[in-house]
């Protein structure tokens, strides 16, 4: 205990420097008695008895301890100066804030997103060269893409429908792997191209998630919390036009450009060359597939919010696409460092107080020096 004493005092911060020169005075103030006396031994004084006898007389316990009490009582009182200076004890702490990008990820799931493009040389399927992307997207590639790990990311997909695969949250690693899990529409009832559906539904999620942050900053007694919206972003990414759902595209641009939503479009396939694999006899063959896609709508629902329109041909041109929006679309990370600083001066005042009231007391009693 008495080495953790010392520890905390060694690395301790004194607020109070300036309690450390009272201790040359105390010192001073009690070496001058001793000094008085020893000079007062070589006055001459008149003779008229002598204790010459006594000094082979052996001393007794109280004799011998009738210093404690002075060495008590000044130790005491050296100890409160020290305590004035105030030692304490500092425990960083860091706070991070962040203005972070809230965003929507709408894609695409209808059966023509089954159809082939190129990427890394290598002929995959629409959605399985979307799901790449987004992956290094969300979680960054280690070269142009830095991720989004501090922004708030949720996953619109839609077909016939649109539905939400995983809401806003910050935690870009769950959101891909709700990504991952990403299926074309398999049955007939269910397949389509519902984007007025799905933009409409993406650009609720981010009212919502906004409103939800001010009601609680207002009723926070700390604020906002380390959070904020600084801007609020969809990516619609599709290969065909709206031919399902009860939205229409545009009056759901009009509805997020209200709500103060950048809609960015990206048109998979769009002026490029699809195509579909079909078994033969003679084994599987690639068929070329036209593209149905209405870019006019993709290109006015980006210009009603703000946002761009932007065509991926094949998969390197989709990476072209993520890191544009990338690019543009930044969140702020702030941090600060605290310092808070815990007092300590209680480890010298109560055994200061303690040693010259222990001091008083056997002065005034037991060791009592006689007049």
């Not at 009603?304 to 932007?310: A, P």
């Amino acid at each position: 205990m008495i080495a953790e004493w010392f520890s905390t005092l060694t690395r301790a911060h004194w607020e109070s420097p300036w309690a450390f020169a009272l201790l040359p005075g105390l010192a001073l103030v009690a070496l001058v008695p001793l000094v008085v006396r020893r000079l007062s031994r070589g006055a001459p004084a008149p003779v008229l008895s002598t204790t010459e006898g006594c000094a082979s007389l052996p001393r007794s316990l109280r004799q011998r301890v009738l210093w404690l009490p002075a060495a008590l009582s000044w130790s005491g009182v050296a100890l409160l100066c020290v305590a004035l200076a105030r030692p304490q004890i500092g425990i960083g702490r860091v706070e991070t804030s962040s203005d972070a990008v809230a965003i929507q990820l709408v894609v695409d799931r209808s059966g023509s997103m089954n159809q082939y493009m190129e990427l890394d040389g290598a002929l995959v399927t629409r959605i399985d060269a979307v799901k790449r992307v987004l992956r290094d997207f969300l979680l960054g590639d280690g070269r142009d893409l830095r991720g989004r790990v501090s922004d708030l990311v949720g996953l619109v997909v839609f077909a016939r429908f649109a539905e939400t695969a995983c809401p806003l949250v910050r935690d870009a690693r769950t959101v891909s792997k709700f990504v991952d899990a990403v299926n074309i529409a398999q049955m007939r009832f269910e397949d389509g191209t519902a984007i007025g559906d799905g933009l409409a539904l993406a650009a609720a999620r981010l009212k919502r998630a906004e409103d939800e942050l001010a009601n609680r900053r207002a009723s926070s007694a700390q604020g906002a919390g380390d959070l904020r919206i600084k801007s609020k972003v969809v990516i619609l990414l599709t290969d065909g036009d709206n031919n399902a759902g009860e939205a229409d595209p545009l009056a759901a641009a009009q509805l997020a450009a209200e709500w103060g939503i950048k809609v960015y479009t990206i048109g998979v396939g769009a002026g490029g060359m699809s195509y579909q694999v079909v078994r033969t006899p003679l084994g599987e063959q690639r068929v070329p597939v036209q593209n149905n896609m209405d870019e006019r709508v993709l290109k006015q629902i980006a210009e009603i919010t703000g946002g761009l329109y932007h065509r991926a041909q094949d998969g390197e041109a989709l990476r072209r696409v993520y890191r544009e929006i990338d690019r543009l679309e930044k969140s702020t990370i702030r941090t600060v460092e605290y310092t808070d600083w815990q007092e300590r001066f209680h480890l010298l005042a109560l055994p200061g107080a303690v040693a010259l009231a222990l001091g008083v007391l056997l002065s005034s009693t037991v060791l009592r020096r006689n007049p």
